[in-house]
């Protein structure tokens, strides 16, 4: 079945750096990209969408120049933490879904990203 | 608006039958999942339902009524395992999945 591949599972990054989280779709073309967020026993928060080529449409209150997306192909999207603080540590969770397929097949998640900054 | 209900918390014991309620509010609709997350864990696939009626899938299954905006999960034959967190999601038509907060549902022996 369908695999999204994101790294690192885990990241500890001092306040004021950048980190980087990747999601490559490993045998299928994510055409749409999804980013997720959640703190502990909440639910996922959608961050933005993105889809192949364009620019990412951002949720209210999401930050675009805090949180870069790029979707610049395929099968690789990645959003950049940047000048992280310590309210941003939290799950990170890509969704990759080729559009072209049905709603029922669609929505592969990645394997998450735990970010704690320090 | 957009609104999904379901319980925070529910506990069984093994070998029971749970349920699992959701109802949902949406703008649009195009199907309703129902996903397990363990702790730190990314969200795993359970089911997936367009049209009214139940879903059977091994120890799952899963209900709709889109006319009365009601799900139901359903578990038998409980084991520790299932100790987890269960999200109804909702797709809407055009846009990412809209996530419950989901229910925790804790197994005892």
């Known amino acids: 079945g369908a695999v999204v591949s994101q790294h690192p599972s885990r990241v500890i990054c001092k306040s004021g750096t950048s980190v980087k989280i990747e999601c490559r779709s490993l045998d299928f073309q994510a055409t749409t990209m999804f980013w997720y967020r959640q703190f502990p026993k909440k639910s996922l928060m959608l961050m933005a969408t993105s889809n192949e080529g364009s620019k990412a449409t951002y949720e209210q209150g999401v930050e675009k120049d805090k949180f870069l997306i790029n979707h610049a192909s395929l099968t690789l999207s990645t959003l950049t933490v940047t000048s992280a603080h310590p309210e941003d540590s939290s799950f990170y969770i890509c969704s990759a879904r080729d559009r072209r397929t049905g709603d029922n097949i669609g929505y592969t998640f990645g394997s998450g990203t735990r970010l704690t900054v320090v | 608006g957009q609104n999904i209900d379901q319980p925070t918390e529910m506990t069984a014991t093994e070998g029971a039958i749970v349920q699992i309620n959701c109802t949902y509010q949406t703008s649009g609709f195009n199907g309703l999942f129902w996903y397990q997350q363990h702790a730190g864990e990314a969200p795993t696939f359970l089911s997936y339902?367009?049209?009214?009626g139940l879903e059977e899938k091994g120890r799952f299954s899963s209900f709709l009524s889109r006319s009365k905006g009601y799900s139901y999960l359903l578990l038998k034959e409980l084991q520790m395992k299932d100790s987890a967190s269960y999200l109804c999601v909702v797709n809407q038509a055009g846009t990412a999945l809209i996530f419950g907060k989901g229910t925790t549902l804790s197994v005892s022996s």
């Open positions: 339902n367009v049209l009214d």
